[in-house]
Each structure stands twice: as C-alpha cells, then as structure tokens.
C-alpha cells in the first residue's frame, strides 16, 4: 500500500505546497488509487508539515511548488517529492502511479509572492 499527499485547494493541485488548504491522501495499491481522503492544512510553520506527512506513512508528495527547505526534508526522510504539477489531485496522483508524471524540480523561491500563486 503506498500513500500520495497532494497539496491541494479542494480537488485541485496548489501552486504553493505550505500554502495549501487541504491534502488530498490517495492509498493506492499497484497503480489503482482505493482509498482518498482530504485532511486540511494543519498549518505553515518551519519544518511541520513534512514531518505531519511521514508520521501518516505518506511516501509521494505532489504539489505546484515547494520550498527548498521542505524538499531537503522529504529527501532527509525518503519521500518522494513531484514539484511542477497542476489540474485535479486525483488525475494527478493517478499519473504518478501510471509514471507518466514527473517533476520538473520547480522550487518556490520566495515566500512573498504566495498571494499570487495559484492565480
């Protein structure tokens, strides 16, 4: 059974991963998602939400961006991240298990322009 968090507003893919409303958590077994759930953002602070994730056994994260600094510790704890994506959580999530998804390493740089991400 593997566990994929999508950074999410709703049922869409976020631009900014910290920033998001909600996670969508797909469980998929072989390439065949059978159980999702959204759980909402437990909050932006340094360093939280990867460690929120790997405690819930997630090991892909999909979002539109992220921070260098969440990256370095989804790699630290060996989970999967796919940064570049966009459109619908679900197909998204469905992609990656297909492996027609792939990153394209797409870093948020700046924290203040997260107002316009998603936009």
């Avoid at 999702?36 to 990867?50: A, D, Q, T, V």
């Amino acid at each position: 059974m593997m566990k994929i968090a999508v950074a999410s507003e709703n049922d869409m893919v976020t631009e900014h991963f910290g920033h998001c409303t909600n996670f969508n958590i797909f469980e998929a077994e072989g390439n065949k998602i059978l159980k999702s759930e959204s759980i909402p953002n437990p909050g932006h602070r340094p360093g939280f939400l990867p460690n929120f994730l790997n405690d819930m056994g997630v090991k892909v994260v999909i979002s539109g961006g992220m921070g260098r600094g969440a990256i370095d510790i989804f790699d630290e704890k060996g989970i999967e991240v796919i940064t570049g994506a966009s459109g619908k959580a679900k197909e998204v999530a469905e992609a990656y298990l297909e492996g027609s998804l792939k990153s394209t390493g797409s870093v948020c740089q700046e924290h203040k322009h997260h107002d316009q991400c998603g936009h």
